[in-house]
């Protein structure tokens, strides 16, 4: 019986293709008003980020036979289906009571459909920490003019819209800003969801000496670039698919483990030669990446 063939370009193309239909598929979360003041814009909610991730099935060890998931009763351990699943809240030890979804949505219905924007503050306020979750805000029919209004007056201001969103059954503190010419509504931490860092074991005042500290400062200016972010990839995720590929064409059999050496701890003696080191290995890097780029914007000319 011959091996599986393991084409790793045509499952990235496969990737490719099926995030592209997701893009031209993508459905609005949901669909509501962003409101300040008395201004109240239609706007459709979309998911502005991907996730891509492997994913692997659980398999019985002695066949490889897949393992399923099955939802059972603790009462009788019956399995049950989907359509005979409810939700309930606890409100006593093994007691309680059913929620529908029209009872979630008599909790409030304006505010379930609502960015309600409750102040604007300065943008270099916020902690960067209370952001987590970028969402697209698209205005809906009859919303344009104050969408562009809202959109370039919190540019040209440089303030952020601070709101508070229901999405599906929670309460979201978020941020509306703009964003590339769109509005983007990034969901936030509440302040008492942000643990305290005063509780971590770090250094609070610590004598540095000079030397270190203009060698840290050399060492950072000469590893400072423009943003670009489409140049870090996931690469771990790139190292893993090459194990698969391995494992792939060995047929399943384990492959020999290649020996790593874990970095070990800077010591304190040591700081200014590591640092020294550094900066050595940063600027050749700079000049072989500066080198490379010459080469490519004037290639040599051919022997005739």
């Known amino acids: 019986m011959s091996r599986p063939v393991f084409d790793r ?37 979309y998911a502005a980020t991907r996730r891509e991730e492997l994913k692997f099935r659980l398999l019985r060890k002695t066949d490889l036979s897949p393992v399923n998931y099955k939802r059972v009763a603790e009462k009788d351990g019956r399995e049950v289906p989907w359509d005979q699943i409810v939700k309930g809240y ?37 902690d960067p ?17 104050a969408y562009a209004l809202l959109r370039d007056a919190l ?23 703009p964003e590339d010419g769109a509005l983007v509504l990034e969901l936030m931490h509440f302040a008492d969801e942000l643990a305290d860092p005063e509780k971590l074991h770090v250094p609070k005042k610590l004598e540095v000496g000079k030397r270190e500290m203009n060698m840290a400062k050399s060492l950072i200016d000469s590893m400072t ?28 059999k384990e492959i020999e483990e290649k020996p790593r050496k874990a970095p ?5 003696i040591d700081l200014v030669s590591v640092l020294q080191k550094s900066l050595e290995q940063s600027g050749g890097k700079r000049k072989a990446t500066a080198h490379s780029k010459r080469k490519k914007a004037h290639p040599a000319k051919k022997a005739a």
């Open 155 to 177: 540019k040209e201001t440089n303030k952020v819209g601070v709101a508070k969103v229901v999405i599906k059954t929670r309460q979201y503190l978020a941020g509306v800003k």
């Open 90 to 126: 606890e409100y006593e030890k093994g007691k309680y009571v059913v929620l529908k979804e029209e009872d979630f949505q008599r909790v409030d219905l304006e505010a379930t459909q609502t960015v309600d924007i409750k102040d604007f503050v300065d943008l270099e306020e916020i």
């Open 225 to 252: 670039s423009k943003w670009q972010p489409e140049k870090y990839k996931d690469d771990y995720r790139e190292a893993l698919m090459d194990v698969i590929e391995e494992k792939v064409e060995a047929g399943g």
């Open 9 to 45: 370009h045509l499952h990235a193309r496969k990737i490719e293709a099926s995030h592209d239909l997701n893009l031209d598929m993508a459905r609005a979360i949901w669909k509501g008003s962003l409101s300040f003041g008395l201004v109240n814009i239609p706007i459709a909610l």
């Open 264 to 268: 070990k701890p800077t010591k304190v």
């Open 129 to 145: 920490m209370y952001f987590y979750k970028p969402y697209y805000l698209e205005p809906q029919k009859g919303g344009d003019k």
